[in-house]
């Protein structure tokens, strides 16, 4: 079993950039596939970019591509998301989440098994 607990979220302008960071706890960190995923106000909860188990392979959703940058470092049991040039639709609550032997095609948030709590990012115009 994992546990995740998210951290980094807040306000920034519009151009802003923000570093989400995710911890999980277990000693099994390396065999999971992690996801960001973010739901707006009144929207459903979306895929915001994935990374494999190996954190070889990647998956963005068009909205944030070229912007935001997944990484996991297994050592440290942390996933991160760096996000710049923010936009006011980036306002969000974030949350990683967790599968078993996840792969980069694992793109809904039904595939994965365990979440966080979630992080408001807020971004101004």
């Known amino acids: 079993q994992v546990q995740l607990v998210e951290s980094g979220g807040g306000l920034v302008q519009a151009g802003g950039s923000l570093r989400l960071s995710c911890a999980a706890s277990?000693?099994?960190?390396?065999?999971?596939?992690m996801g960001w995923f973010r739901q707006a106000p009144g929207k459903e909860r979306d895929v915001v970019a994935v990374?494999?188990?190996?954190?070889?392979?990647?998956y963005y959703a068009d909205s944030v591509k070229g912007r935001f940058t997944i990484s996991r470092d297994n050592a440290k049991n942390t996933v991160n998301l760096q996000m710049n040039s923010l936009k006011p639709e980036d306002t969000a609550i974030y949350s990683c989440?967790?599968?078993?032997?996840?792969?980069?095609?694992?793109?809904?948030?039904?595939?994965?098994?365990?979440w966080g709590q979630g992080t408001q990012v807020t971004v101004s115009s």
């Open positions: 990374i494999s188990v190996s954190g070889g392979i990647t």
């Open positions: 989440a967790a599968r078993f032997w996840g792969l980069a095609t694992h793109r809904s948030a039904s595939d994965y098994n365990y």
């Open positions: 277990g000693r099994t960190f390396s065999l999971y596939g």
